[in-house]
Structure formats: structure tokens, C-alpha cells
């Protein structure tokens, strides 16, 4: 194998001309004989048992070319990328230019990790929050405990009312067939959610226990095409209804959600804890500001390879999470009206913004010359171990040292970067030029992101 040429295109593209040998060629021709004789009829021979001379006087000496071809560019093209130095991304466009008992030769389009230059990435100007508590929200915070350690109590003396849970059997009817999706049994529905078709929980409201009756509803225009603007009816019986019984405000409130005595040191606790998370929401928004600005600075011809690949992962990441929430994922394209290919065009955009933060990142790392000792890597493994109960050889089998190596490598460059930052107040911070959008997902310093999880859908909901 030997490279011919290694041609630089646009957008971080190199051509590499390549030619592989004779002796090479003969290699592989050699081997592909040996795989296909087997299904190779020749008259007087056993099947497997033509000799490769024969065959090839009766058929061409191009018989075996496709599969030489096939067994030996893949060696080919690895060995010339390295003899080349290149750090390619993603897969090659190949170009057969000649084959023959010479050898052959062909042409490998590919993108390679791009030249970053770093604009500005110490000083800079970013806003940060100033964080305070107010007594409402502390209110807000126990009203929410309060409302979390309610219990369901049962209320079937009365018609259902808004805010109530009512328990149902449904079924849906589209011009008197069943329809799928549109039936359940004992279904929780809290009425005034709005989680189903609008119109569904109004006429619920109203039922009493053991009640059946047949709710007409004209699905919305933009749910799913099979049910699009059609008109069903839904045959409800109501099982039961339940409302949330709220525990008072008070000391023994206090002692019951936690290892304090009284309500004023619940409500101090409760001050203190929103403080701790709004100084956090406020040092990671500060930080996002910084590094985006950081991101956006950069100089490099990305090559669309890499942003295709991300927005792969991207919806990997979120097949994943739909999965493991317990839902098909073909099921919720159909429920959801969507298609991979939309969903990859939508992940194009906040694609782009993590590749430029990865370049970003990677760029400050190479700058400053950053690395993660064995003793950092050690310790990241026994913060995990703490953050999800495991010991730290279990937390090993799961994440490679590595992975580990590379995260703590990035965060330094992402503290580094925050640490030299200036804070300003959010009305003195430099608006955006018109015209200017911010990226539709923000991208992660330390991680990939993972695409939103979507809000669990029961059946014939909207």
C-alpha cells in the first residue's frame, strides 16, 4: 500500500489517493478464491475442489476482483490514514479508480478533526444571578412538601368535581370501532390536568361512582393522522373518586417530614436548602453563559460529519430514554406524529453548539497543557461511588478509567475558564446582536447531553 496523494478539500475534507500492490492485490484475490470456491461449479470437479487456474479461464480473472476488492481496501484505507497522520471522523465516500492483476488503486473522501483556533477564553463577561430567598417562596417550598405527604381519600358520596382523581375504565369508539389506544382500565385521572383530549375530564365532572355514560369528543387537529379531527365517542364508568387530604402547616408537620421539632426550624432548614440550590442554578447558568461565549469565539471549519454524528447520539440518547420509561419507541413516534428524520434535522442545531464546545474544550485542554492524574481519577471514581451508593469497584465495571480520565480532564478546562470569568449584573451584561439566536439546547461542558425526556402519555391523551 502506498498514499499518492493527500489533497486537503473544503470543510475539513481530505482526499487521499491510495494503491495497493500486486503482491497485496494477489493476497486478497487468494483469499477470496478460497471463500467462494465453494459455490463454484465446474464440470468434472467436486464443489470446493476446482483449482483457482480453471476457474478463472472459464469465468475471467475478474471473477474474484469484488471480493479482493472488499477484503483488502478496508486494510488499505486504515494503513494510509495512519502513514497520512490523519485523525479522521466518521466513515470514508470511496472511489474505485482501477483494478487489475497491477493492483488497484482508489480515491477516500473523509472528514478529519478540524484546526480550532481559540478566541478569547480568559476575562470574560458573563452574568450572574444575584440569589435571594423570600418568605413566599419558603411558603411555596412546605406547600409543596405538604402537598407531596397528602394522602388519597376516598369522597364516593358526591359527583366527581374538579380537582378530584377520578378511577375509570374507558373506551374509545371511532364510527362504532374500537380504536387503538383508546381504552383503559382503572386509569387514575385527576380531573382539571388537562393530560387528556380537551373536553374528556369536563364531562367526567359531574359522575358518580358506578355512573357509565358515553362522552362525544372531536380530537384536535394536530393530534396523531389516524385520529386527526375525528369525532369518538368514549364510553366512561367512574370506579371511584379520591381527593388529596393536605396535613396542617405546623410543628408536627415539621417532625413528620423531617428530624426537626418545630415549624420555625423546618421553615429556616427550608430557607437554607433554596439558597444552597439557587447559588447552584446560578454558578451553572453563569458558567454555561461563559463557556457558550467561549464556544462561539472559536475558529475551525467543522466538517458536517461531525455534526451529523452528534445528532445521531443525540437521538440515540433519547430512543434510550423513551425506552426505559417503559415505552416503545415506535409507539411514541406514532403518538407523537413524528419521524427519525425530523427528529435528526431538529438535533442538527444543538448538535452544532456541542461540537463547538467540544473543540472548544479540547482546544483549552491542549493550550494549558491539562491532564488528570491517576489521583484525580481515583477520586472522581470515589465521589461517584458516594453520589450512587456503590463501592468503588462497582462503579469501576461501569465507567472506564479512561472515560473518567477524559471528563475531569475537561472539567479543569471548564473551571479554569469560569475562574478568570467576570461577573456582571444580568442588566449590565452586553445584549445579543439582533438577529442572534441562541442555540436551540444548550450544550454540556463536561457531557454529552442527552435529548429531553417527554412527559409519560396514557391513551387518548392529547
Same mark, same amino acid.
Request: hydrophobic share 40%; charged share 35%.
Given at each position: 500500500?502506498?498514499?499518492?496523494?493527500?489533497?486537503?478539500?473544503?470543510?475539513?475534507?481530505?482526499?487521499? #489517493?491510495?494503491?495497493?500492490?500486486?503482491?497485496?492485490?494477489?493476497?486478497?484475490?487468494?483469499?477470496?478464491?478460497?471463500?467462494?470456491?465453494?459455490?463454484?461449479?465446474?464440470?468434472?470437479?467436486?464443489?470446493?475442489?476446482?483449482?483457482?487456474?480453471?476457474?478463472?479461464?472459464?469465468?475471467?480473472?475478474?471473477?474474484?476482483?469484488?471480493?479482493?476488492?472488499?477484503?483488502?481496501?478496508?486494510?488499505?484505507?486504515?494503513?494510509?490514514?495512519?502513514?497520512?497522520?490523519?485523525?479522521?471522523?466518521?466513515?470514508?465516500?470511496?472511489?474505485?479508480?482501477?483494478?487489475?492483476?497491477?493492483?488497484?488503486?482508489?480515491?477516500?473522501?473523509?472528514?478529519?478533526?478540524?484546526?480550532?483556533?481559540?478566541?478569547?477564553?480568559?476575562?470574560?463577561?458573563?452574568?450572574?444571578?444575584?440569589?435571594?430567598?423570600?418568605?413566599?417562596?419558603?411558603?411555596?417550598?412546605?406547600?409543596?412538601?405538604?402537598?407531596?405527604?397528602?394522602?388519597?381519600?376516598?369522597?364516593?358520596?358526591?359527583?366527581?368535581?374538579?380537582?378530584? #382523581?377520578?378511577?375509570?375504565? =374507558?373506551?374509545? =369508539?371511532?364510527?362504532?370501532?374500537?380504536?387503538?389506544?383508546?381504552?383503559?382500565?382503572?386509569?387514575?385521572?385527576?380531573?382539571?390536568?388537562?393530560?387528556?383530549?380537551?373536553? =374528556?375530564?369536563?364531562?367526567?365532572?359531574?359522575?358518580?361512582?358506578?355512573?357509565?355514560?358515553?362522552?362525544?369528543?372531536?380530537?384536535?387537529?394536530?393530534?396523531?393522522?389516524?385520529?386527526?379531527?375525528?369525532?369518538?365517542?368514549?364510553?366512561?364508568?367512574?370506579?371511584?373518586?379520591?381527593?388529596?387530604?393536605?396535613?396542617?402547616?405546623?410543628?408536627?408537620?415539621?417532625?413528620?417530614?423531617?428530624?426537626?421539632?418545630?415549624?420555625?426550624?423546618?421553615?429556616?432548614?427550608?430557607?437554607?436548602?433554596?439558597?444552597?440550590?439557587?447559588?447552584?442554578?446560578?454558578?451553572?447558568?453563569?458558567?454555561?453563559?461563559?463557556?457558550?461565549?467561549?464556544?462561539?469565539?472559536?475558529?475551525?471549519?467543522?466538517?458536517?460529519?461531525?455534526?451529523?454524528?452528534?445528532?445521531?447520539?443525540?437521538?440515540?440518547?433519547?430512543?434510550?430514554?423513551?425506552?426505559?420509561?417503559?415505552?416503545?419507541?415506535?409507539?411514541?413516534?406514532?403518538?407523537?406524529?413524528?419521524?427519525?428524520?425530523?427528529?435528526?434535522?431538529?438535533?442538527?442545531?444543538?448538535?452544532?453548539?456541542?461540537?463547538?464546545?467540544?473543540?472548544?474544550?479540547?482546544?483549552?485542554?491542549?493550550?494549558?497543557?491539562?491532564?488528570?492524574?491517576?489521583?484525580?481519577?481515583?477520586?472522581? =471514581?470515589?465521589?461517584?461511588?458516594?453520589?450512587?451508593?456503590?463501592?468503588?469497584?462497582?462503579?469501576?465495571?461501569?465507567?472506564?478509567?479512561?472515560?473518567?480520565?477524559?471528563?475531569? #480532564?475537561?472539567?479543569?478546562?471548564?473551571?479554569?475558564?469560569?475562574?478568570?470569568?467576570?461577573?456582571?449584573?444580568?442588566?449590565?451584561?452586553?445584549?445579543?446582536?439582533?438577529?442572534?439566536?441562541?442555540?436551540?439546547?444548550?450544550?454540556?461542558?463536561?457531557?454529552?447531553?442527552?435529548?429531553?425526556?417527554?412527559?409519560?402519555?396514557?391513551?387518548?391523551?392529547?
Amino acid at each position: 500500500m502506498s498514499v499518492k496523494s493527500c489533497e486537503k478539500l473544503e470543510k475539513s475534507m481530505v482526499a487521499l #489517493t491510495v494503491e495497493v500492490s500486486a503482491a497485496d492485490f494477489e493476497a486478497a484475490v487468494e483469499k477470496a478464491y478460497r471463500k467462494q470456491r465453494g459455490s463454484i461449479r465446474l464440470p468434472g470437479f467436486r464443489p470446493g475442489k476446482a483449482p483457482r487456474k480453471m476457474i478463472e479461464n472459464m469465468y475471467g480473472p475478474a471473477i474474484f476482483y469484488e471480493e479482493a476488492v472488499n477484503t483488502a481496501l478496508p486494510d488499505a484505507y486504515a494503513a494510509a490514514v495512519k502513514e497520512a497522520e490523519l485523525e479522521v471522523v466518521g466513515y470514508p465516500e470511496v472511489e474505485l479508480l482501477n483494478v487489475g492483476k497491477e493492483g488497484f488503486s482508489f480515491k477516500a473522501a473523509v472528514a478529519v478533526y478540524p484546526e480550532v483556533t481559540l478566541g478569547q477564553y480568559k476575562g470574560i463577561e458573563a452574568p450572574r444571578a444575584e440569589v435571594s430567598v423570600s418568605d413566599e417562596d419558603v411558603d411555596k417550598r412546605l406547600k409543596e412538601m405538604a402537598d407531596r405527604n397528602g394522602r388519597m381519600v376516598s369522597v364516593d358520596d358526591r359527583p366527581v368535581q374538579q380537582g378530584d #382523581t377520578a378511577n375509570i375504565d =374507558f373506551e374509545g =369508539f371511532l364510527e362504532g370501532v374500537p380504536f387503538d389506544g383508546g381504552k383503559g382500565d382503572n386509569f387514575d385521572l385527576e380531573i382539571g390536568s388537562g393530560s387528556f383530549v380537551p373536553g =374528556f375530564e369536563d364531562q367526567v365532572a359531574g359522575m358518580s361512582v358506578d355512573e357509565e355514560k358515553d362522552i362525544d369528543i372531536t380530537f384536535p387537529e394536530d393530534y396523531h393522522a389516524d385520529l386527526a379531527g375525528k369525532a369518538v365517542v368514549f364510553h366512561v364508568k367512574v370506579n371511584s373518586i379520591k381527593v388529596k387530604d393536605v396535613p396542617a402547616l405546623d410543628d408536627e408537620f415539621a417532625k413528620d417530614v423531617s428530624e426537626l421539632d418545630t415549624l420555625e426550624e423546618l421553615k429556616k432548614d427550608v430557607r437554607e436548602k433554596l439558597t444552597a440550590e439557587r447559588e447552584e442554578a446560578a454558578r451553572r447558568a453563569f458558567e454555561d453563559a461563559v463557556m457558550n461565549k467561549v464556544a462561539e469565539g472559536i475558529q475551525a471549519d467543522i466538517p458536517d460529519a461531525m455534526i451529523d454524528e452528534q445528532a445521531r447520539r443525540f437521538v440515540e440518547n433519547f430512543k434510550m430514554q423513551i425506552q426505559s420509561q417503559g415505552i416503545p419507541y415506535d409507539q411514541y413516534m406514532k403518538m407523537t406524529n413524528m419521524d427519525e428524520s425530523k427528529l435528526l434535522e431538529d438535533a442538527k442545531a444543538p448538535a452544532a453548539g456541542q461540537v463547538r464546545m467540544d473543540l472548544a474544550i479540547a482546544a483549552i485542554v491542549k493550550a494549558e497543557n491539562l491532564e488528570a492524574s491517576d489521583e484525580d481519577v481515583e477520586e472522581e =471514581f470515589a465521589k461517584m461511588a458516594g453520589q450512587y451508593g456503590m463501592n468503588v469497584e462497582d462503579v469501576k465495571k461501569y465507567m472506564s478509567a479512561e472515560v473518567i480520565r477524559e471528563q475531569v #480532564t475537561r472539567s479543569k478546562a471548564v473551571d479554569l475558564v469560569t475562574a478568570a470569568a467576570v461577573a456582571v449584573k444580568p442588566e449590565e451584561a452586553p445584549a445579543k446582536e439582533s438577529g442572534e439566536e441562541a442555540p436551540a439546547e444548550k450544550p454540556k461542558r463536561t457531557r454529552k447531553k442527552k435529548t429531553e425526556e417527554p412527559r409519560e402519555e396514557a391513551p387518548a391523551e392529547e
